[in-house]
C-alpha cells in the first residue's frame, strides 16, 4: 500500500448469533448486518464479495482484514479466523484480531457509567467484561450472574460520591442478563440496556483497526487462535 492511499479495510464479525462484515475505503463504507443463526459460514464470503464489488474493489485492493479474537461462539469465532486468515494469507496482507466485548463497548467510550457486553456463554453463563470511560476495567470473564453482580457491586462500592452508578449492557443477550441481574445488583446501581445491543459491531470493529492503524502491522502471526475463555465440550470431553 501506498503511504500516500488510504487503506482497505476489511472486518469481519461473527462472534455472536449477529453476523456483521464492513469494508472501509477511501471513498465510503459499506456494511452488512443480519440476524444470522447459525448461517455465518454461508454467508460471509458472499456478503464480503457483494461489497468488494458495490465498493469497486477486487480482493487484491485489501490493505487488511480484521475479525473478532473472542470470546463468543466456538463456532463462529472460527469461521472469522478463517475467512480472514485465509484472504489475508492469499493477498499477503496484514491480519488482526480485537477483543468482541472491546467493540461491543466501543459506542459507549463516553458513558458516565459502567459499560458492560454480553454474549450468553450458555448453562447459565455468559462472556462480558466491565468498561468505564472507555477503557476496560475487568478482564474477560465467564460467569453466573451472581459473579457479575459481585463485579459490578464491588466497583459500585468505590464509588466516591456515593451516587447511584449506571450500569449499560449492551451486547447481543443484554435483554437475557439484565432480568437476572436486576434481581442480584447492590443498592446504588440502576441497570439499563442499550437500545441498539443487538447489533452487529463490524462498524467498530472497523473504527477501533483505523485508530490503532493495524494496517501497519508487519508479521502478523498467523498461528495466533481465537480466545475462547472456556474449553468446547470436545476438549472437556476429551479431558475425561
Known amino acids: 500500500m501506498n503511504a500516500d492511499t488510504a487503506p482497505n479495510i476489511l472486518a469481519i464479525d461473527t462472534a455472536a448469533s449477529v453476523l456483521s462484515v464492513a469494508l472501509?475505503?477511501?471513498?465510503?463504507?459499506?456494511?452488512?448486518?443480519?440476524?444470522?443463526?447459525?448461517?455465518?459460514?454461508?454467508?460471509?464470503m458472499e456478503i464480503t464479495d457483494i461489497l468488494l464489488k458495490k465498493a469497486g474493489l477486487k480482493p487484491a485492493d485489501l490493505s487488511l482484514v480484521v475479525c473478532m479474537n473472542g470470546p463468543g461462539s466456538f463456532t463462529g469465532l472460527r469461521i472469522g479466523f478463517s475467512c480472514a486468515k485465509g484472504l489475508a494469507l492469499a493477498l499477503n496482507i496484514p491480519f488482526a484480531v480485537v477483543s468482541s466485548l472491546e467493540c461491543m463497548a466501543y459506542p459507549y467510550s463516553v458513558w458516565p457509567g459502567l459499560v458492560l457486553p454480553v454474549i450468553d456463554a450458555k448453562k447459565s453463563s455468559w462472556f462480558c467484561a466491565l468498561f468505564s470511560d472507555g477503557a476496560r476495567i475487568t478482564d474477560d470473564m465467564?460467569?453466573?450472574?451472581?459473579?457479575i453482580a459481585a463485579a459490578?457491586?464491588?466497583?459500585v462500592?468505590?464509588?466516591?460520591?456515593?451516587?447511584?452508578?449506571?450500569?449499560?449492557?449492551?451486547?447481543?443477550?443484554?435483554?437475557?442478563?439484565?432480568?437476572?441481574?436486576?434481581?442480584?445488583?447492590c443498592e446504588n446501581t440502576v441497570i439499563l440496556t442499550a437500545p441498539s445491543c443487538r447489533s452487529g459491531v463490524a462498524r467498530e470493529l472497523l473504527a477501533i483497526a483505523k485508530n490503532r492503524k493495524m494496517f501497519n502491522n508487519e508479521g502478523s502471526n498467523?498461528?495466533?487462535?481465537?480466545?475462547?475463555?472456556?474449553?468446547?465440550?470436545?476438549?472437556?470431553?476429551m479431558g475425561k
Open 142 to 147: 465467564d460467569a453466573d450472574a451472581q459473579a
Open 152 to 155: 459490578i457491586c464491588a466497583t
Open 157 to 185: 462500592g468505590q464509588n466516591p460520591a456515593g451516587k447511584p452508578r449506571q450500569v449499560l449492557l449492551t451486547g447481543p443477550d443484554a435483554a437475557g442478563l439484565r432480568g437476572e441481574l436486576s434481581l442480584r445488583l
Open 24 to 44: 472501509d475505503t477511501a471513498s465510503g463504507q459499506w456494511y452488512f448486518e443480519a440476524d444470522a443463526g447459525t448461517r455465518h459460514s454461508q454467508l460471509v
Open 222 to 237: 498467523f498461528n495466533f487462535g481465537p480466545e475462547y475463555i472456556r474449553k468446547s465440550d470436545a476438549e472437556i470431553n
